[in-house]
């Protein structure tokens, strides 16, 4: 299994990004996929999670209102586009997938990517 996680960069206060995160190696159809950040100095916490189905996405409070994950049925990939960026947002965000239930728990998390910078200027 592999995840690999792309889409990350520097954008200004208000901006947009859109992280992907790619998912070859089996078939995710019972699988929950989630993004997770960690800032310098901080625990790894959630940030937003969907059924590899598409259907039941749920975010943290930070992200909620601003941030959309969304699977691409086409192709082995989820979505997460963030907009209204704010500083506190700067972190590496990772992808990760883990069989059965949602979860906000990353510990609970089988498989992960790689993790993709994201930087918010003030």
């Known amino acids: 299994v592999q995840l690999q996680a792309s889409g990350g960069g520097l954008v200004q206060t208000g901006g947009s990004l859109r992280l992907s995160c790619a998912a070859t190696?089996?078939?995710?159809?019972?699988?929950?996929m989630g993004w997770f950040r960690q800032a310098p100095g901080k625990e790894r916490e959630f940030v937003a999670r969907?059924?590899?189905?598409?259907?039941?996405?749920y975010y943290a409070d930070s992200a909620k209102g601003r941030f959309t994950i969304s699977r691409d049925n086409a192709k082995n990939i989820v979505h997460l586009q963030m907009n209204s960026l704010k500083p506190e947002d700067t972190a590496v965000y990772y992808c990760?997938?883990?069989?059965?239930?949602?979860?906000?728990?990353?510990?609970?998390?089988?498989?992960w990517g790689q993790g993709t910078q994201v930087t918010v200027s003030s």
């Open positions: 990760a997938a883990r069989l059965g239930r949602g979860s906000d728990d990353w510990s609970l998390y089988r498989y």
């Open positions: 190696g089996r078939t995710f159809d019972s699988y929950v």
């Open positions: 969907i059924r590899w189905s598409g259907s039941s996405p």
